[in-house]
């Protein structure tokens, strides 16, 4: 049934363009986050190595320093887990597709020995009305070259949040791209589990006011913080999470 309504949504086409242009008139553009985009947190060595690939989220966008996007954040609660230096990178880049990172990013990074990799991308595929069938090759091409690069990392993909919970998304659009996006992770978790990744859950959004930046579109500083807590289990796995 699920397919049948993402199939339906474009005949909202003409909606989704209309109220697509008055958001993006009303929206103020937001920068990455300033700040390093690279750092290691002490702690007992080895250290694991941490990067976070993918679309606006993984540059902080819609806050003012990096320490607070998902990375960074996410590392020091690695660090707390495990006790363990943690090394990480934010890899993120305004409006990036699937297609986008696999094809022009992920060639032009170096082969550093990344342990864990989380990967936030969908959300411009799902945003920018790309069908599921392109979808399933550029996200598939991209977890692909991933297991090709660092064939021992464990790679972690977050899928695409609830449209209808953005502030900035007007109900009706929300609700045309939240049963794309439904679609995207269906087919993005399937994918995961054929190609060697471990999709997580999707983050539960229990206070929009809060969890989002002033754009009402990314995550402000304790929208990360949550998300960053979420991912933590999926990252580290049960076998890396201490005994108490």
């Given at each position: 049934m699920s397919r049948i309504a993402a199939l339906l949504t474009w005949f909202a086409l003409p909606v989704?363009?209309?109220q697509g242009i008055g958001?993006?008139?009303?929206?103020t553009r937001m920068l990455p986050a300033s700040g390093p985009v690279m750092h290691e947190i002490t702690g007992r060595k080895p250290p694991?190595?941490?990067?976070?690939l993918g679309d606006s989220s993984a540059a902080s966008v819609g806050i003012g320093r990096s320490e607070d996007g998902l990375a960074a954040q996410l590392a020091t609660l690695i660090s707390e887990q495990t006790g363990q230096a943690v090394r990480w990178r934010a890899a993120g880049f305004n409006s990036?597709?699937?297609g986008q990172i696999r094809d022009h990013v992920l060639p032009n990074l170096s082969a550093d020995a990344w342990?864990?990799?989380v990967l936030c991308i969908g959300t411009n595929d799902t945003k920018n009305f790309h069908s599921v069938p392109r979808f399933k090759k550029e996200f598939g091409g991209l977890l692909y070259a991933l297991r090709a690069k660092w064939p021992e990392a464990r790679v972690v993909w977050s899928p695409v949040l609830?449209?209808?919970?953005?502030?900035?998304m007007p109900p009706l659009l929300g609700k045309i791209l939240e049963i794309r996006a439904q679609e995207m992770n269906r087919m993005g978790t399937r994918l995961c589990?054929?190609?060697g990744a471990v999709p997580a859950s999707r983050l539960p959004i229990t206070n929009p006011q809060v969890g989002f930046a002033s754009d009402g579109f990314h995550a402000s500083a304790a929208g990360y913080r949550a998300w960053a807590e979420h991912l933590l289990r999926f990252v580290l796995g049960d076998d890396e999470i201490p005994s108490t």
């Open positions: 989704y363009v209309w958001v993006r008139r009303r929206t694991l190595s941490l990067l976070v990036a597709t699937s342990t864990h990799i609830e449209f209808t919970r953005a502030p900035a589990y054929e190609r």
